[in-house]
C-alpha cells in the first residue's frame, strides 16, 4: 500500500507562483509512475502532469506547458510540480496519484486517471485575478 500526502497549496496572485509537493511512504518509490491531477468546482478530473519512476520522462497537458514542471526526488520519496505563471484558470484542486510503472507506458496511460491506484487527499491552490 502506497500513501500519499500533498502540501504547498495556498492562494497565490495571477502570475504568481507555488511549489507542490507530494509525499509518498509504504513502498519503493522509485518503481512508481507519478502523476498531478486537479479538479476545478463543478469540472471533471483532468490530467495535469507525469513522471516516471527514474524521472527521465515527464509529460504536460497543453494548458501547463511551459509553466508547469514536475519533477521527483526518490531519495526523499517526493514528486513536486512547480508552478509558475499561474492563471486563475488554474485554480483547483491538485491531487497526486501513483502507480507502479511496470502496470504500462506512461506514454499510453499516463494521463489516464483511472490507471492510477494511489491517490493523495489533494492541496486547494487559489488564483485571484
Known amino acids: 500500500q502506497v500513501q500519499l500526502v500533498e502540501s504547498g497549496g495556498g492562494l497565490v496572485q495571477t502570475g504568481g507562483s507555488l511549489r507542490l509537493a507530494c509525499a509518498a511512504s509504504?513502498?519503493?518509490?522509485?518503481?512508481?509512475?507519478m502523476g498531478w491531477f486537479r479538479q476545478a468546482p463543478g469540472k471533471e478530473r483532468e490530467f495535469v502532469a507525469a513522471?516516471?519512476?527514474?524521472?527521465?520522462?515527464?509529460l504536460y497537458t497543453d494548458s501547463v506547458k511551459g509553466r508547469f514542471t514536475i519533477s521527483r526526488d526518490n531519495a526523499k520519496n517526493t514528486v513536486y510540480l512547480q508552478m509558475n505563471s499561474l492563471k486563475f484558470e488554474d485554480t483547483a484542486v491538485y491531487l497526486c496519484?501513483?502507480?507502479?510503472?511496470?502496470?504500462?507506458?506512461?506514454?499510453?496511460?499516463?494521463?489516464?486517471?483511472?490507471?492510477?491506484?494511489?491517490w493523495g487527499q489533494g492541496t486547494q491552490v487559489t488564483v485571484s485575478s
Open positions: 509504504g513502498r519503493t518509490f522509485s518503481n512508481y509512475r
Open positions: 513522471i516516471s519512476g527514474t524521472g527521465s520522462i515527464t
Open positions: 496519484a501513483g502507480v507502479r510503472s511496470s502496470k504500462g507506458s506512461i506514454y499510453v496511460s499516463g494521463h489516464r486517471d483511472s490507471e492510477y491506484d494511489y
